[in-house]
T-cell receptor
Framework: AQKVTQAQTEISVVEKEDVTLDCVYETRDTTYYLFWYKQPPSGELVFLIRRNSFDEQNEISGRYSWNFQKSTSSFNFTITASQVVDSAVYFC???????????FGAGTTVTVRA | EAEVAQSPRYKITEKSQAVAFWCDPISGHATLYWYRQILGQGPELLVQFQDESVVDDSQLPKDRFSAERLKGVDSTLKIQPAELGDSAMYLCASSLGDRSSPLHFGNGTRLTVT
């Protein structure tokens, strides 16, 4: 069975600090897809980024960057120079290539203080 | 950008009553999902449709929950009778259907059972 683990329950930072969210996907599958979603207080889950397990190139998009290491199945997500509007719950999720079921972690609540 | 539409936004009902939620996915999205999110937890899949067919309903409490997507477009999720433990956010999502495609979520229906 697959399992998505977000070890951090809550993170609180001051504006302009960087925030790194950890995620580990436990699976025996060699091909899978990883996603990060943001859920602001309004409740809607918003897709942020996607990574395929066969592509280990790390990327940066604006203030977001992610680091995928297949050897440890970790898919960490960093917000650079955080802003108050980044305050939300962030969910890591994953689906194996042989199954359509998308599993979510428990979420990490990020609070950015002005 | 096209959105997933859900209604109602909020629903308060008494236990043992029937309740129904509606979802209209993004046009052209063949796959539709219903998730339940209990406060403080990640979303859990209830049912997944591919067009009008159920792909996965293994986590749907079938003694009281039912879901349909008769014409392969919009969908209805019903609970009858509602129980106190059903209080949660019910999220609908849609996607193009391949495993690498992200899910697009609606705003959800916040259900409170009294």
């Amino acid at each position: 069975a697959q399992k998505v683990t977000q070890a951090q329950t809550e993170i609180s930072v001051v504006e302009k600090e960087d925030v790194t969210l950890d995620c580990v996907y436990e699976t025996r599958d060699t091909t899978y897809y990883l996603f990060w979603y943001k859920q602001p207080p309004s409740g809607e889950l918003v897709f942020l980024i996607r990574r395929n397990s066969f592509d280990e190139q790390n990327e940066i998009s604006g203030r977001y960057s992610w680091n995928f290491q297949k050897s440890t199945s970790s898919f960490n997500f960093t917000i650079t120079a955080s802003q108050v509007v980044d305050s939300a719950v962030y969910f890591c999720s994953a689906t194996p290539d042989n199954d359509y079921k998308l599993s979510f972690g428990a979420g990490t609540t990020v609070t950015v203080r002005a | 950008e096209a959105e997933v539409a859900q209604s109602p936004r909020y629903k308060i009902t008494e236990k043992s009553q029937a309740v129904a939620f509606w979802c209209d996915p993004i046009s052209g999205h063949a796959t539709l999902y219903w998730y339940r999110q209990i406060l403080g937890q990640g979303p859990e899949l209830l049912v997944q449709f591919q067009d009008e067919s159920v792909v996965d309903d293994s986590q749907l409490p079938k003694d009281r929950f039912s879901a349909e997507r008769l014409k392969g477009v919009d969908s209805t999720l019903k609970i009858q009778p509602a129980e106190l433990g059903d209080s949660a956010m019910y999220l609908c999502a849609s996607s193009l259907g391949d495993r690498s495609s992200p899910l697009h979520f609606g705003n959800g229906t916040r259900l409170t059972v009294t």
